[in-house]
């Protein structure tokens, strides 16, 4: 079989909760050598996040930690400590790239900043994860993802018209923020390797967000062009049928409102009531007193149906559409089973769980399960004894708190 995609390169990783943590798995999980570093004590603070088998909390159970942080290596270090920075200055020495989502200057403070860093390893890749930056004004203001949401500009154009706005998802930008530094970094170590040039990478959250697809970047485009500023229509404004629409199971997704009409039409089985010229009119798909009318005939068809039926019916129209699973039916999806879209881990202490699996598939080189996310310190004393330390060293790290 041949080698994993990432086999050979080695990651020391001091990132924490969402943006980080998923930028240095997409590396672990195709074949990087990953150090995960935490507090001692405390670790990250995802350990303390939900959701939790039998919702119970335990920090060796929280399964937003447990995905993000399959097949890395888990060490513990106060890096206040001298001791602790030293164990982290020699594995800087034998890395390819340091990944970091610590508030900008926090790397500085504990004498790990790139300029510190490349001195030792002037080929060294750094990753830094932060809200707005490592420069400008903005640089140490606190975010949420909600917020991040917000201030990336179309927040204002989700939810009710007439009322505030609604943020769509749960830490979706911060995954894509990870996403986006993962690429970053692969493309810096590329530099790296063929021209010998490290290079710090400053991923902004907020930047990525603004540059997104998820109607930011064509509404900023637009906002040059015109001026104004999206507004919130409300679900199904934009031409009929657009909505979640109730069948005998539960709910079909559909968009192919406007110059798609036609193919509802052939989903229906071109109904005698949609001969009427009045539903070809250019003003048809804005004319609410239509909406109404079609949409009475459209339920009627729907809840004669199973969403997976109905579904079905609209694919083969080419109606763009998808029923709307509960997460049990996501999870026995037979399709999405079939082409291994989860993954069954055994975790020492959260058990066998079931976990999102690969997000893409390379024919040569394989994706796997190495190992399941650390016990918080659990390589500790593998990783000390191949830096040269002794047991004895080990276990007065250990009581100093430096591990």
Not at 12 to 20: E, M, P, R
Not at 96 to 110: I, N
Not at 366 to 389: I, K, S
Request: aromatic share 8%; with cysteine; net charge negative.
């Amino acid at each position: 079989m041949p080698d994993m995609a990432l086999a050979g390169i080695r990651v020391l990783d001091f990132t924490q909760y969402v943006a980080g943590p998923y930028c240095t798995k997409l590396l672990a999980d195709y074949g990087a050598d990953v150090i995960k570093v935490e507090r001692p004590g405390q670790g990250d603070g995802a350990r303390r996040m939900g959701p939790f088998p039998g919702d119970v909390p335990h920090p060796e159970m929280s399964g937003l930690f447990l995905h993000l942080n399959t097949n890395k290596k888990g060490i513990t270090l106060d890096l206040k400590q001298p001791a602790a920075r030293n164990i982290a200055l020699q594995l800087v020495k034998e890395v390819d790239l340091v990944v970091e989502s610590f508030r900008p200057g926090t790397m500085d403070a504990f004498g790990l900043g790139y300029d510190a860093l490349r001195g030792i390893n002037p080929q060294l890749v750094m990753a830094s994860i932060s809200n707005f930056g490592q420069t400008g004004p903005y640089r140490d203001f606190r975010l949420a993802d909600i917020m991040v949401y917000g201030m990336g500009g179309e927040m204002c154009s989700t939810g009710l018209e007439e009322r505030e706005p609604i943020k769509l998802g749960d830490n979706v930008l911060l995954y894509q923020a990870g996403a986006t530094a993962s690429v970053a970094t692969m493309g810096a170590l590329f530099m790296a390797l063929e021209q010998g040039i490290g290079q710090q990478v400053d991923v902004s959250i907020i930047e990525t967000q603004i540059g997104s697809i998820d109607r930011r970047m064509s509404q900023l485009i637009a906002y040059q062009y015109t001026g104004d500023t999206t507004g919130r229509t409300g679900a199904g404004m934009g031409g009929y049928p657009s909505d979640a629409y109730p069948c005998e199971d539960g709910y079909l997704q559909v968009s192919s409102g406007g110059r798609y009409f036609p193919r509802i039409a052939s989903m229906l089985g071109d109904p005698e009531f949609l001969n009427d010229p009045k539903w070809q009119a250019d003003s048809a798909q804005a004319d609410p007193g239509l909406k109404e009318e079609f949409e009475a005939h459209f339920l009627s068809w729907t809840l004669q149906r199973s969403k997976t039926e109905a579904w079905h019916v609209a694919q083969d129209s080419r109606v763009l559409s998808a029923p709307l699973y509960t997460m049990e039916e996501v999870a026995r999806d037979p399709v999405l089973l079939e082409r291994g879209a989860f993954a069954d881990i055994d975790h020492p202490v959260a058990g066998q769980l079931r976990y999102p699996g690969r997000p893409f598939i390379m024919d040569q080189s394989p994706w796997a399960v190495r190992h399941p996310a650390p016990l918080l310190g659990q390589h500790n004393q593998e990783v000390l004894l191949q830096l040269g330390y002794s047991r004895e060293d080990i276990v007065l790290l250990r009581q100093q708190g430096a591990i």
